[in-house]
């Protein structure tokens, strides 16, 4: 299955069997990480396969693996780690495993080689239905996440987000969108913050998967304001 058909079937698995994956998928996954687009090219990005023992969790989806991803602390990391690690996500999904976005571990390791932890994703062979239909999505309407309901946005809006919140806003014009993210309310805690912009991330690698010909990512020159919400940057499809 290629990853523009997963979009609209994946979802966040959180039952796994506690088999391991066999070591050739594994090392099919490391080399995929070679290949993953970033948003920022400049910033330094690593991602590591580990197992359960060597993560801290406040509580456990009881996954058999962990993808750790550590990354220089840069403007645009946390976006850019979003998007790197969703492309991941589709790529595991298209080979049939299960993945969930997980915010409640933290590695023994906070740095490695001068790169700072930003999350960890768990995944696994499913022990529950790999795919769902588009009708079974859980998400806001396109006009709630954008000036207007542009369908090219649809795979945006089939993104996952922390609690399916989707804190971020579209402004179109022609085939430039720019983007928006919600300012955190001053009683947000500082992890759930951080995810605001993991999830702009997650949300423009949707958009970048079914337009990967024509997509770029670049700063606009005063960009309109959006009430309640700060500018992230711009994407040209």
């Not at 359960?52 to 780690?81: D, Q, R």
Request: aromatic share 12%; proline share 4%; glycine share 6%.
């Amino acid at each position: 299955m290629s990853l523009k058909d997963v979009i609209s079937k994946r979802k966040s698995i959180r039952k796994y069997h506690s088999t391991c994956i066999d070591e050739q998928t594994l090392n099919n996954i490391q080399n995929f990480f070679l290949n993953v687009k970033p948003l920022y090219p400049d910033i330094k990005v690593n991602f590591d396969i580990v197992g359960k023992e060597h993560l801290k969790f406040t509580f456990s989806l009881k996954s058999p693996h962990y993808i750790v991803a550590y990354s220089e602390n840069k403007p645009g990391y946390l976006v850019n780690v979003g998007f790197m690690l969703q492309q991941v996500d589709l790529y595991l999904s298209s080979i049939g495993l299960g993945g969930c976005w997980f915010g409640m571990a933290q590695p023994a390791e906070k740095s490695v080689n001068g790169l700072e932890f930003v999350i960890a994703f768990a995944f696994g062979n499913p022990a529950e239905s790999l795919y769902r239909e588009s009708v079974d999505f859980k998400r806001k309407s396109l006009d709630k996440i954008s000036d207007v309901a542009d369908s090219r946005l649809e795979v945006v809006r089939l993104a996952p987000s922390a609690m399916n919140m989707q804190n971020y806003y579209f402004v179109t014009e022609d085939n430039t969108m720019h983007v928006y993210c919600k300012k955190p309310g001053m009683l947000t805690i500082k992890r759930l913050a951080k995810m605001y912009e993991i999830d702009i991330g997650i949300a423009l690698a949707h958009l970048y998967v079914v337009n990967s010909e024509h997509f770029r990512f670049f700063e606009a020159t005063n960009p309109k304001e959006v009430s309640g919400h700060y500018y992230v940057g711009s994407v040209e499809i």
